[in-house]
């Protein structure tokens, strides 16, 4: 009973560098969320994406960060060009239904991202 | 914009007490859920309320939805150490737009 599977667990990046977190949605879940969380803060809603759409991007900054659910393989949110202010914890969850069927959500247990 | 908020935003007792968090939306939320999220680790899914008014109980923790759907709470009875962590409200509001709270982080001293 593989749960939300998340990877790496901790990414290290240079400012500049691009940095591309994985997740791997639960059993039989085809609906994915990103959510960013910064130190001592709350959960910030990103992206909810289904196999090959994005539904709802609009917690997503414009510019350098993207993502994608493809037909086959794990979720990917991509930051290019990252900067110090990318430095947090990035979650991802998965329900079996989408938003609009008020499903509880299974969280990953996120990747620590660290920009030097 | 949408908002939800949660007090306190910490929250130490001593073992044995009893605690309460707060969430309360600035609009009209179509449900509240509830998650725990322990030091280092992700949040994990307590309970769904529905409806005006719902109560709802798992051992120690209470849960309660309001009349208008804007606020709930979360009561626990007699703290254990095991409690401890951050509480987080979240809903979605009649646009099918889902928050979160921002949270109570609760520590108990033994």
């Known amino acids: 009973n593989a749960g939300v599977m998340q990877n790496p667990r901790h990414l290290v990046r240079r400012r500049g560098q691009e940095a591309r977190l994985r997740c791997s949605p639960m059993?039989?879940?085809?609906?994915v969320y990103w959510y960013r969380q910064l130190p001592e803060e709350g959960l910030k809603f990103m992206v909810y994406?289904?196999?090959?759409?994005?539904?709802?991007e609009s917690g997503m900054p414009k510019e350098r960060f993207s993502a994608e659910f493809p037909k086959e393989g794990p979720s990917i949110l991509r930051i290019q060009q990252v900067v110090r202010g990318d430095s947090a914890a990035y979650f991802c969850?998965?329900?079996?239904?989408?938003?609009?069927?008020?499903?509880?959500?299974?969280f990953g247990d996120g990747t620590r991202l660290s920009i030097l | 914009g949408q908002q939800v908020m949660q007090i306190p935003q910490y929250q130490h007792v001593q073992e044995g007490e009893d605690f309460t968090t707060y969430c309360n939306s600035s609009?009209?939320?179509?449900?509240i859920q509830w998650y725990k999220q322990r030091p280092g680790g992700h949040p994990v899914f307590l309970i769904q309320?529905?409806?005006?008014?719902e109560v709802k109980k798992q051992k120690r923790l209470t849960f309660q939805f309001g009349e208008a759907k804007k606020n709930s709470s979360l009561h626990i009875t007699a703290t254990q150490t095991t409690d401890v962590g951050t509480y987080f409200c979240?809903?979605?509001?009649?646009?099918?737009?889902?928050?979160f709270g921002t949270g109570t982080s609760l520590t108990v001293i033994p």
């Open positions: 994406l289904q196999k090959e759409n994005i539904i709802d």
């Open positions: 309320l529905v409806k005006s008014g």
């Open positions: 979240a809903g979605y509001n009649t646009g099918n737009q889902f928050y």
């Open positions: 609009t009209t939320l179509s449900n």
């Open positions: 969850a998965s329900s079996p239904s989408g938003l609009w069927s008020n499903q509880p959500q299974h």
């Open positions: 059993k039989g879940h085809s609906h």
